[in-house]
C-alpha cells in the first residue's frame, strides 16, 4: 500500500515538518511506501495555466478544464503535473500537511489541488462523489492553527472548524471519491510549550496507526440526492 503527503512549509524545522516526518515515520514503519510532495521544496509552481500541457487543443481559445479532459485523453500533461497525478493515484492514502492560512490551504497547496486534480482523469461528471476514482481510499488533513480549540469553535470568534474544512473534506477529498477521515489539528503550536508540541507528535501518529480503522466523516451519498441535487425528503 501507498501514502502520499502533500506537504506545505517552506521552513525545514517547523513543527509541521516534524508532523510531516513522523507521519513517513509511522506510515513506513506500518510497511507502506510513502512518497512525499515537498510542494516548497520542489518549487512547485502553483498557477494553473498554459504550461500544464505539451500541446493544446485550441491555442485560439484557452478553457483549463477542456485541455485537461483533452490532455487525459492524449498523454499530454506537463512533466512536473504528470509525475504529481501519478503519485496521487496510485496512493491509498492521501495526507494533506498545511499550516492553517486565512481559513484555508496554503496557496501553494491550493495550485496543487488545481493542476493535478484534473478534469477527466481525476474526475468527471459521472466519476464524482460516491462514483468517484478514488471509492475506497482514504483522505485527512493535518493542520496547525495560530489560536486554540475555544476560537475555531461553533460560538468561537473564527467559527467551526469542521465548516472552516468542509471545502477541502467536502468539495476536494469527498468529490474524487474518497473516505474523509476526521482532521489531526495541533492548536496554537506556536503558542504551547514544548511537552505539549510532544503530546501532539504521540498524538498524530496513534491516529496514523488507526488510518484504516478510524471511521470517516459521514456524508451523505450520491443516491440520497434527487434530479437537483437536493436532499430527498
Known sequence: MRALIAYAHEEPKSFNAAMK?????????????VDVSDLYAMGFDPVGGTRDFTALENA????????QRVATERGTFAADVATEQRKLLACDLLIFQFPLWWFGLPAVLKGWVDRVFAAGLIYSHDMWYTTGKFRGKRAMVSTTTGGGPAIYSETGLNGDLDQ????????????VGFDVLPPYVAWSVSRVDQA?????????????KAWQTTEPIAYPPLEAYDENFQLKG
Open 196 to 208: 505539549t508540541r510532544e503530546r501532539y507528535l504521540d498524538e498524530y501518529a496513534e491516529r496514523l
Open 164 to 175: 472552516i474544512l468542509f471545502p477541502i473534506h467536502h468539495g476536494m477529498f469527498y468529490f
Open 60 to 67: 485560439d481559445f484557452f478553457k483549463y478544464g477542456k485541455e
Open 21 to 33: 516526518d513522523r507521519a513517513v515515520e509511522v506510515l513506513s514503519g506500518a510497511g507502506l511506501e
